[in-house]
């Protein structure tokens, strides 16, 4: 006779669900400076894996075609920063002329304030030119204080280039460490998984990279017609911002907005800007995304939206980044174990099978 199971009540699992993930959002605020960087390599390695793998398919050992890979790498992202610190340095050049515009702006205001609504903001009496040009040149030359800090310290900026190392070195010991985990399971299925897992990760940041440079190439475009000065700054600016989902093409459209609202002579221009920017994001959700991307993530709108204001509220905006890949992982682990797949089908979108199967409840 067999004896009979205990079974935990419904309330305790859910109990534990809960804090079990507050346990790992305090893992992830306290971990900030280490885990950003762990998460940023992991993503980074995988990226990389297809050039150490043609490399030692060339006969080169793995350590050099590792480092080979990093260095390269690494290049890459120096060079992105080089371009954004000198394109700011130029940028700043032409504030002082900004708070003159900005006042004559205000005064106009105030003025049809005044005639129409006899209402006294004292807004035409003007800002201070100076602070404000103080303010934005301190601001602006201190990009590698920005960098550190969307790393987490000076430690996550060492800490990168030797996780993504190791990443690369050790990826079949992972790989055996994962398979070990599934015991239970078809080893090989397992190893098909996890290469179709690497597959996704790749798929979609090459994807987001190629949205991102045909974005820059209509930004840069628009701007230049519109004759924008630093028009190539803010092309890219607002294409990178554009790898966050909802927000990031608000975002990317405010900075040029504001400086054509500022430096030219019509509203014209930052009305042009808005619009041609608006086209252009319609042209990426509709065409550019869903071909070039595809559905790589597969993450419906609700998850996505929620694990936004997550990623943010932990980790700022290298949260939001990070957050959508990360959740397609998961949902790709999840999908391992049958135990899981509840939580693969909550985080991923229904297929038409499944709506005509809860249609039919």
Not at 338 to 346: I, V
């Amino acid at each position: 006779m067999n004896p009979p199971k205990f079974k935990i009540p419904s309330y305790l699992k859910a109990l534990a669900i809960l804090t079990l993930i507050i346990i790992i959002v305090f893992i992830l605020i306290i971990g900030r400076s280490i885990l950003i960087p762990l998460f940023l390599a992991g993503f980074i390695a995988v990226l990389l894996t297809p050039v150490t793998e043609w490399l030692e398919s060339k006969k080169f050992s793995r350590i050099i075609s590792t480092f080979f890979a990093l260095f390269s790498s690494l290049l890459l992202i120096v060079g992105f920063i080089a371009f954004v610190v000198t394109q700011v340095a130029s940028f700043t050049k032409d504030l002082k002329d900004v708070g003159g515009k900005l006042n004559s702006n205000l005064r106009d205001v105030d003025d049809f304030l005044k005639s129409n609504f006899k209402l006294e903001t004292g807004i035409g009496n003007g800002i201070d030119q100076e602070y404000i040009i103080d303010m934005l040149q301190s601001n602006s030359s201190s990009i590698s204080e920005f960098v550190l800090g969307t790393l987490g310290s000076l430690a996550g900026v060492v800490l990168l280039p030797v996780f993504i190392f190791f990443f690369l070195l050790y990826r079949d010991h992972l790989t055996k460490f994962i398979v070990k985990i599934y015991a239970e399971n078809d080893q090989e299925n397992i190893r098909k998984e996890i290469k179709n897992l690497r597959r996704l990760v790749q798929n979609y940041i090459i994807g987001m990279v190629k949205v991102m440079a045909i974005l820059a190439v209509m930004n840069t475009a628009v701007l230049l017609g519109l004759g924008i000065k630093h028009a190539i700054f803010f092309a890219v600016f607002a294409a990178v911002l554009n790898i966050i989902p909802y927000l990031g093409p608000f975002l990317g459209a405010i900075l040029p907005t504001l400086y054509a609202f500022l430096t030219m002579d019509s509203l014209f221009y930052p009305i042009g800007v808005v619009v041609a920017f608006q086209i252009i994001q319609l042209i990426e959700s509709n065409f550019l995304t869903p071909k070039i991307v595809g559905s790589n993530v597969n993450l419906n709108a609700f998850i996505t939206f929620i694990g936004l204001l997550i990623g943010a509220s932990i980790w700022g905006v290298i949260g939001m980044i990070l957050i959508i890949p990360t959740l397609a992982v998961l949902r790709k682990i999840f999908e391992l174990s049958e135990s899981s797949k509840p939580y693969a089908f909550l985080l991923g979108e229904e297929i038409d099978d499944e709506k005509d199967d809860l249609e039919k409840l």
